[in-house]
């Protein structure tokens, strides 16, 4: 019941297109959702976060939406980039406390 | 330097060797954790220090040694590891707070292997 599963392990997309990284919890009391990116030689860096209390958070060309009744949440990446290929991690936690429960991780590679 | 250091950057030892992990975070954060990151896996949440106190030791082996001298510094010592302890070691900092604690910031990792 503490897992995240992240889906899918890796990712190819075209320069330009759309990447759709999805994420499913079970633990109803999660209430804090952000997404990790992480270059190779890097350690992962907050990306963007969600709570469940609204649906979709935009940053720019990121976006999270988030589905509280089928505990889902998914990060699109719209017009992707090169500059856009790394790792990304969604997590889950529960009252913004320190125990993130993280995903396995996306290998995103964007083709130019 | 700014936001979170690790050094050394790559570690390779012995089964019996004894080191140390180094992480300073420069972002005046009151909490400091180790994970450890392996390939397909999630990260995994070693130990959380909160104000210098230990607040969570998550069935780490004993050969995994956890010191935090003050809230800039965060240590790991190491001892007797196994080859399964290969893995990319990362510290972490965030500032604790009564609405709770988000933003982890990470540094780059310790790639540690043991032969």
């Known amino acids: 019941q503490q897992q995240v599963k992240q889906s899918p392990q890796s990712l190819i997309v075209q320069k330009g297109g759309i990447s759709i990284i999805n994420c499913a919890y079970e633990?109803?009391?999660?209430?804090?959702f952000p997404w990790y990116q992480q270059f190779p030689g890097k350690g992962p860096a907050l990306l963007i976060a969600i709570r469940p209390d609204v649906s979709e958070k935009k940053e720019g060309r990121f976006t999270i939406s988030f589905n509280k009744s089928a505990k889902q949440f998914s990060l699109h990446i719209m017009d992707s980039q090169p500059g856009d290929s790394a790792t990304y991690f969604c997590a889950a936690s529960i009252g913004g406390t320190y125990k993130y429960i993280f995903g396995t991780g996306t290998r995103l590679k964007v083709l130019a | 330097e700014t936001g979170v250091t690790q050094t050394p950057r790559h570690l390779v030892m012995g089964m019996t060797n004894k080191k140390s992990l180094k992480c300073e975070q420069h972002?005046?954060?009151?909490?400091m954790y180790w994970y450890k990151q392996s390939a397909k896996k999630p990260l995994e949440l070693m130990f959380v220090y909160s104000l210098e106190e230990r607040v969570e030791n998550n069935s780490v082996p004993s050969r995994f040694s956890p010191e935090c001298p003050n809230s800039s510094h965060l240590f790991l010592h190491l001892h007797t590891l196994q080859p399964e302890d290969s893995a990319l070691y990362l510290c972490a900092s965030s500032q604790d707070g009564l609405a709770g604690v988000y933003e982890q910031f990470f540094g780059p990792g310790t790639r540690l292997t043991v032969l």
């Open positions: 633990n109803t009391a999660f209430d804090y």
């Open positions: 972002l005046g954060h009151n909490a």
